[in-house]
Structures are given as structure tokens and as C-alpha cells.
């Protein structure tokens, strides 16, 4: 419907002409259907109405794509998201990968380092400490404060070592340092007892002479030892072999005894409490079925052993004390008596316990031997011991080996192993026990 406007000329009242509705919707922003225009004649506008028909199916294809673009983004998004966790999981998979290999390969080369430095470990004996250029440069005099246990020996003029060690067996001094060793502590004499052989004893007697005649005395022997006992056979040139073997038998031990008796020699019994203490882990005696002091006295040994470094024998010490009161009762055929000795046992420097004393005609090996033979002698003893100031000098070849050497140990940690006491024949006495932590 067409609309008039009025002119100068016409009459119009003031009255607004309403606006049609078509107008209405265009000022809407929101699309609307719209009734078909009609032509002035009242006849239906084809073309108006095929336009407005055109119209409306493009504004529907528009809401249509715009709907499909909707749909589509929201899938794209679920999509995207869906990747990205995806993609997330992928990189903590990747990172968990990289990471076990990395630990595989440090686990890899921490078993290769354990396979190679701990046997190299166990075959290269390490001593942390170099002492060869040790000084012995202090004094010990045990009389300023200490008096024989029998009162009897008050003006002894001996100070006896009655067991030491060298380097010819497993101690660490030369058999050169011991002597000037057992000075620094107090002893004008020295009895050498290295495993199983009198070399060590030879060379130290040799040294003492030239160096320290008629002043140090020392007397050559050995320490017979094995897996039932250990035994100090004194006054020996001669190396004793007989019935010496890792596991000897009674009568391999009487064989022993009966030869040192033969080649001029005695027999003093080593540390009884030392052999039948139990062992760690393997909780049986560190020797097998030692004789009984009873046995080896019917045997025919000579004496023992009742203080050995800071251990004192007393369950021995009385066995003897009882002895040599049945000799003074019995006087028509006593038995000798036993010898009272007592022994550092030094196989690296330390404190010094004990000193034998005895009153020798003068200071040598014939008169100190006169004295133990009759079983004149008595001892010192001191628990606390004296403080030794030597120190020796760290090792060249373990400052140089110790990481390694301090990395094998980390792994041997992890196991605890419990070997059984030594033979001296090559052999342990018992069997080890290998204990895996976390397993036992």
C-alpha cells in the first residue's frame, strides 16, 4: 500500500500516519517473516512474492550453515580436547620411558663397577696404614706404677714379652721394628712366636745381638696353629711340623708336644678365652673342640698362657693356683709345676697389658730360660693398658686406591659375610655364612 505524503498545498490534519508493519520488522534486528507485498491493483505481485521467497530460504540457509558451524566447532572442540589429553598421556609415557632408561642405565653401571672393583677388592689386600717408616721413640716403664701379682718378684729384673708376631707370618712389624717396638714398651726381652715357623724369631735374635747386646734379649720360637688349639713352642731353632695340620688329631697334638720336648723346647697353651669364644653370626667356639686344660696337662705341655693382651685367664689362673698347692702338700713325687706366662700377642702396634717378670742371673737367653724352665716367674697386668704415642703414616697405595676401595665397600654393604677363624693351613676353620640384608 502506497503511503501519502501531504504538501504545501493539501490538507492534512496532524495526525501521524501509522508506520506499516513491514517497517516495523526492519527496524528489529531479529529477522521475521513478512506477509507478500501487493500491487496497487490488488493483484498478487508474482515477483515480489518470489523475492521474498528467495529471501527467507537464504536467511534459512544462513541459520542452517551457521547451525552445521556451530555443531561443528563444539565437535572440533571435544576433538581438540580429546587430542590434547591424549597428547598429554603420550608425553608422560614418553618421560616415564626416558626415565627408566636412564635409571636402567645407572643400574646397568653400578653393576658393572660392583662386578669389576669388588673382586679386584677382595684380591689386593689394602692396609690403610704404611709401617715401615713407624718411629717407636716413647718410653714405658710399667715399675712407676704396677707390682707383680706375686709379691715374691718384687725385685725382678726381666720384663718378658712371652708372644709376639712379624711380618714373616701376619704381623705388621718387621721382625727388626718388633724389637725396638717391645723397648718403647717396657721389655728388655721378647719371645717371637710367628705362625707356624722360627724364622721370624732367627731374625729378630740376630738384630738384638748386633744392635743390642747384653742389654735386649730375644728368644726364637713359634706359634703352632690350626683349627684345635694354639700352642707358642719357645727355644726353638728348628721349625716343628709335626702333627701341625688344619684339623690335627689328639695324638697329632701329643706328636707336637713329644718333638718340641725332643729339640730342648717348652710349651705354653695360647689364649684359651681367645679360642673357645663363640663367634659372631656363626655362634660356635673360633676353635673346634679345643682340649681341656686337664688333657693337654696329661699331654705333657708346660705352662699357659693367663693374660693375653687386655684378657686375663682367671678360670686358668686358678686351675694353676690349685696345682701348685697340691705340689706343696704332696712332697714325696710332685709334678713340675705349670709356668705362668703372659703374652702381648702383638700383630699391629697398640697398648701394651701385660709384662712376665722373673729374677735372671743376668740378661741373657741361657738365664731367662733357666728361670721360665723352673717356673719362677710372675707377671704385671695393667686392664687399662699404656698409651703408646706411635702413629704410623697412611699408605701411598691406599690414599691412591681408597675411592675405589671405599666404593667396593659400599657395595659389599649390602651382604654381610661371616667367615670362620683362619687355619694357617689355607683353609677356615668353620663355614661362612653369607648374609643378603633383607633376606636373613
Given at each position: 500500500m502506497a503511503?501519502h505524503v501531504?504538501?504545501?498545498?493539501?490538507?492534512c490534519d496532524?495526525?501521524v500516519?501509522?508506520?506499516?508493519?513491514?517497517?516495523?520488522?526492519?527496524?528489529?534486528?531479529?529477522?521475521?517473516?513478512s506477509a507478500?507485498e501487493?500491487?496497487?491493483?490488488?493483484?498478487?505481485?508474482d515477483?515480489a512474492?518470489?523475492?521474498?521467497?528467495s529471501?527467507?530460504?537464504?536467511r534459512?540457509?544462513?541459520?542452517l550453515?551457521?547451525?552445521?558451524?556451530q555443531?561443528?566447532?563444539?565437535g572440533?572442540?571435544?576433538?581438540?580436547e580429546?587430542k590434547?589429553?591424549?597428547?598429554?598421556?603420550q608425553?608422560?609415557?614418553?618421560y616415564?620411558?626416558?626415565a627408566?632408561k636412564?635409571?636402567?642405565?645407572?643400574?646397568?653401571?653400578f653393576?658393572a663397577?660392583?662386578?669389576?672393583?669388588v673382586?679386584?677388592?677382595?684380591?689386593?689386600?689394602?692396609?690403610?696404614?704404611?709401617?715401615?717408616?713407624?718411629k717407636f721413640?716413647?718410653?714405658?716403664?710399667?715399675?712407676d706404677?704396677?707390682?707383680?701379682?706375686?709379691?715374691?718378684?718384687?725385685?725382678?729384673?726381666v720384663?718378658?714379652?712371652?708372644?709376639?708376631?712379624?711380618?714373616?707370618?701376619?704381623?705388621r712389624?718387621?721382625?727388626?721394628?718388633?724389637?725396638?717396638?717391645?723397648?718403647?714398651?717396657?721389655?728388655?726381652?721378647?719371645?717371637?712366636t710367628?705362625h707356624?715357623t722360627?724364622?721370624?724369631?732367627l731374625r729378630?735374635?740376630?738384630?738384638?745381638?748386633?744392635?743390642?747386646?747384653?742389654?735386649f734379649?730375644v728368644?726364637?720360637g713359634?706359634?703352632?696353629?690350626?683349627?684345635?688349639i694354639?700352642?707358642?713352642f719357645?727355644?726353638?731353632?728348628?721349625t716343628v711340623?709335626?702333627?701341625?695340620?688344619?684339623?690335627p688329631s689328639?695324638?697329632?697334638i701329643?706328636q707336637?708336644?713329644?718333638?718340641v720336648?725332643?729339640?730342648g723346647?717348652?710349651v705354653?697353651?695360647?689364649h684359651?678365652?681367645?679360642s673357645?669364644h663363640s663367634q659372631d653370626?656363626?655362634?660356635?667356639p673360633r676353635?673346634?673342640?679345643?682340649p681341656?686344660?686337664?688333657?693337654?696337662?696329661?699331654?705333657?705341655?708346660?705352662?699357659f698362657?693367663i693374660?693375653?693382651q687386655?684378657?686375663?685367664?682367671?678360670?686358668t689362673?686358678?686351675?694353676?693356683?690349685?696345682?701348685r698347692?697340691?705340689i706343696?702338700?704332696?712332697?714325696v713325687d710332685?709334678?713340675?709345676?705349670?709356668i705362668?706366662?703372659?703374652?702381648?700377642?702383638v700383630?699391629?702396634?697398640?697398648?701394651?697389658?701385660?709384662w712376665?717378670?722373673?729374677?735372671?742371673?743376668?740378661?741373657?737367653?741361657?738365664?731367662?730360660?733357666?728361670?721360665?724352665r723352673?717356673?719362677?716367674?710372675s707377671?704385671?697386668?695393667d686392664?687399662?693398658?699404656?698409651?703408646?704415642?706411635?702413629r704410623?703414616?697412611?699408605?701411598?697405595?691406599?690414599l691412591?686406591?681408597?675411592?675405589?676401595?671405599?666404593?667396593?665397600?659400599?657395595?659389599?654393604s649390602?651382604?654381610?659375610?661371616y667367615?670362620g677363624q683362619?687355619?694357617?693351613?689355607?683353609?677356615?676353620?668353620?663355614?661362612?655364612?653369607v648374609?643378603v640384608?633383607?633376606?636373613?
Amino acid at each position: 500500500m502506497a503511503v501519502h505524503v501531504c504538501g504545501p498545498s493539501d490538507k492534512c490534519d496532524n495526525t501521524v500516519a501509522p508506520i506499516p508493519p513491514h517497517h516495523a520488522q526492519e527496524e528489529d534486528s531479529t529477522p521475521r517473516w513478512s506477509a507478500p507485498e501487493v500491487s496497487p491493483s490488488g493483484i498478487h505481485d508474482d515477483n515480489a512474492d518470489s523475492s521474498s521467497s528467495s529471501h527467507a530460504k537464504s536467511r534459512l540457509r544462513r541459520f542452517l550453515d551457521k547451525a552445521r558451524r556451530q555443531r561443528s566447532g563444539e565437535g572440533q572442540q571435544h576433538s581438540g580436547e580429546a587430542k590434547s589429553a591424549s597428547s598429554g598421556k603420550q608425553r608422560i609415557w614418553r618421560y616415564a620411558l626416558l626415565a627408566g632408561k636412564r635409571v636402567g642405565a645407572m643400574a646397568a653401571l653400578f653393576a658393572a663397577l660392583a662386578v669389576l672393583v669388588v673382586p679386584i677388592h677382595s684380591l689386593i689386600e689394602l692396609k690403610t696404614f704404611d709401617f715401615s717408616t713407624m718411629k717407636f721413640d716413647w718410653v714405658t716403664n710399667p715399675r712407676d706404677h704396677l707390682v707383680p701379682v706375686d709379691p715374691e718378684y718384687n725385685n725382678f729384673n726381666v720384663l718378658l714379652d712371652g708372644h709376639a708376631h712379624t711380618t714373616v707370618s701376619d704381623g705388621r712389624l718387621t721382625p727388626e721394628q718388633l724389637v725396638e717396638y717391645s723397648i718403647a714398651q717396657g721389655f728388655n726381652a721378647v719371645i717371637v712366636t710367628d705362625h707356624n715357623t722360627v724364622a721370624g724369631g732367627l731374625r729378630a735374635e740376630s738384630y738384638a745381638k748386633r744392635k743390642y747386646p747384653g742389654r735386649f734379649v730375644v728368644v726364637p720360637g713359634m706359634e703352632y696353629s690350626n683349627c684345635r688349639i694354639h700352642m707358642n713352642f719357645i727355644d726353638l731353632n728348628t721349625t716343628v711340623s709335626v702333627g701341625n695340620k688344619a684339623f690335627p688329631s689328639d695324638d697329632n697334638i701329643k706328636q707336637a708336644i713329644a718333638k718340641v720336648h725332643e729339640l730342648g723346647g717348652l710349651v705354653i697353651v695360647n689364649h684359651i678365652p681367645w679360642s673357645n669364644h663363640s663367634q659372631d653370626r656363626i655362634q660356635a667356639p673360633r676353635l673346634v673342640n679345643h682340649p681341656s686344660i686337664q688333657s693337654l696337662v696329661d699331654w705333657g705341655v708346660d705352662g699357659f698362657e693367663i693374660a693375653n693382651q687386655g684378657t686375663f685367664d682367671l678360670p686358668t689362673y686358678q686351675y694353676m693356683l690349685a696345682q701348685r698347692t697340691e705340689i706343696r702338700r704332696n712332697t714325696v713325687d710332685p709334678p713340675a709345676p705349670l709356668i705362668f706366662m703372659t703374652g702381648s700377642d702383638v700383630h699391629t702396634p697398640g697398648s701394651a697389658y701385660a709384662w712376665t717378670v722373673l729374677r735372671a742371673a743376668n740378661l741373657t737367653k741361657e738365664a731367662i730360660m733357666k728361670e721360665i724352665r723352673h717356673a719362677r716367674t710372675s707377671f704385671l697386668f695393667d686392664p687399662t693398658g699404656n698409651r703408646a704415642n706411635g702413629r704410623p703414616n697412611y699408605s701411598a697405595r691406599y690414599l691412591a686406591l681408597a675411592p675405589l676401595s671405599e666404593l667396593a665397600q659400599y657395595f659389599e654393604s649390602f651382604v654381610d659375610r661371616y667367615e670362620g677363624q683362619y687355619s694357617f693351613h689355607g683353609t677356615h676353620c668353620r663355614q661362612g655364612i653369607v648374609d643378603v640384608h633383607g633376606q636373613s
